[in-house]
């Protein structure tokens, strides 16, 4: 059985399964998004809670994950319209969500941090392509912009997160 199928079927077992199975991925995506741990895990919460009352509306032609995330994103976007400016103050780094070990111990670290201070839109559109696992089409669709400007926001955050590795590695040199 299916976890959407399990909701409406028993809605506390169901969501028990939800946060087992969602819940890590979800997280991970949202404290990217948030920059800080009590924002994100509001979002997961409030995203799983949205879910479990809105699981009649998840058509199963669909990704199940995606419906999610499509959830929290509008949970995250209502959220950034209503906290102008831009700015959350970052966790420390042991409220991050672990990068696996093969993408370099503290580099994975210091790449989550890079990636927080991304500028809105762009950090949305790399969590989405290499977070979520979306195709460039799929993210574009999500967001509601051309390809196009996925693409070059994917490039300015390639730029600016090599410009930041640069200046980090010229730093810790001279020390």
């Not at 503290?106 to 950090?123: C, K, T, V």
């Amino acid at each position: 059985m299916e976890v959407w199928q399990e909701i409406a079927k028993n809605a506390e077992c169901g969501a028990e399964r939800l946060v087992a199975e969602y819940g890590d991925r979800l997280y991970a995506a949202a404290s990217l998004l948030c920059r800080n741990d009590c924002d994100a895990e509001d979002l997961v919460f409030r995203t799983l809670a949205r879910a479990v009352d809105k699981i009649r509306q998840f058509k199963p032609s669909g990704d199940f994950f995606s419906w999610l995330y499509k959830i929290l994103l509008n949970f995250h976007r209502m959220d950034a319209r209503r906290k102008r400016p831009d700015i959350v103050p970052v966790g420390s780094a042991q409220d991050l969500p672990q990068i696996p070990a093969e993408a370099g111990g503290d580099a994975g670290a210091e790449l989550q941090e890079m990636i927080r201070r991304l500028p809105h839109q762009i950090r949305e559109t790399v969590v989405l392509k290499y977070f979520s696992g979306m195709s460039i089409d799929e993210v574009a669709a999500e967001l509601g912009i051309p390809a196009g400007t996925v693409k070059s926001r994917l490039f300015t955050a390639k730029r600016i997160l090599a410009d930041e590795f640069k200046a980090t590695n010229q730093k810790g040199a001279s020390l």
